[in-house]
């Protein structure tokens, strides 16, 4: 394999030539490297950094990148594991160039951690994540980080695929990244619960084609059944724009206020917080002592996240202007208008077009009119 270097934050590691033949990986190159990843990596450091976990495991480390910059970036013990044996030698490689002292492991990831538990255990399969769940939370004495790239199943493009790999039924719509979040959290809380384990979110975000979840286990049964209350559904109007929030297991028939047909139920789903405020506090403070590639981005990611409403679900404020066949006023405007009336509206972290708000749909259908 032939190997070419390359640095993220202050750490410089190796990875395989790239095949440009392919467009993107896992094609490109016979062990795993996606520069478009960086973010995501750059959030963990960061964040890391904050939690000081005793130990990290990187259950997938193929070229090793997010356990090595955890281990030099953060100074935490780190093992890293892969079970290929190209992604091992590389991980080897890599950890002596760097001279940290770093645990290598060649493993099946469920196997790994069915029989040993670290602090902090990161998932970030090729796909989906939902096989190696419940190993995760047995393998976590207290964080579990998890990457998902299969977001057609978890977004409802392949909904067949989403019902069979997170039991939930997802719609795909124009909120689909915020419910393609939820339903990964909402199933980590229903493989976590039967080991009385409950789960807190502290900083979940929806990108481009990922979904990333930073959560903390909780420990007994009344932490499982308070992670349990924050489980329900958004219900869609299937004829007009109207939506709304349901707590519960099961979802209760219901029909649209605004144009009387039944409600569709999307979910099981979290319906909670995906983000510890304080958490997104420290990171933003913290953040200018780091060097990282993307500290830009994940700073405005940070402070959206932060600021944005704890709602399952947003409106598109493009997609209603079609419906109202009115062309769109700035959406500063928008939330500005909502906010004089005393609501709350927000930006949201994964689209420009998408705001949050308390108003009744009525009301921000009204604000669209609105110009400055
Ligand atoms: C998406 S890559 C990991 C990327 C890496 N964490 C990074 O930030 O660049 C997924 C890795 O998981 C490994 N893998 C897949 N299934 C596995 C399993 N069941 N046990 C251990 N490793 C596995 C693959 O060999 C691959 O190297
Ligand atoms: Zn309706």
Known sequence: M????????NTRFFIPVQDTSHSFPPKTSPVFYNPRMEISRDATVLLVSILKPSQYLDAMGASGIRGLRIASECGIPVSINDRDRRAVALI????EMLGIPVEVLHSDTNVLLSGKAYE???LDPFGSPAPFIDSGIRGSGRYLFVTATDTAPLCGA??????????????NNEYHAETALRILLGFLVREAVKYDRGVEPLFCFSREHFVRVHARLQKGALAADRSIARMGYVMQC???????EQQGILPEPGSCPLCGAALRPIGPLWTGSIQENELLMQMESTLPAFSLGCSSQLQQLITTCRQELPFSYHYDYHVLARHLRVSPPPIRA??????????????????GTALKTDAPLEVLLEALTTRE
């Open 2 to 9: 032939e190997l070419t270097e390359a640095k993220e934050g």
């Open 92 to 95: 080897e490689r890599n950890a």
């Open 120 to 122: 902090a255990v990161d």
């Open 158 to 171: 392949h909904r067949n695929a989403g019902i069979r790999r997170y039991f939930a039924a997802a719609m």
């Open 238 to 244: 299937p004829s007009c724009p109207y939506r709304e």
């Open 334 to 351: 928008v939330i500005k208008a909502l906010v004089g009336d005393g609501y709350s509206a927000t930006r949201v972290h994964y689209s």
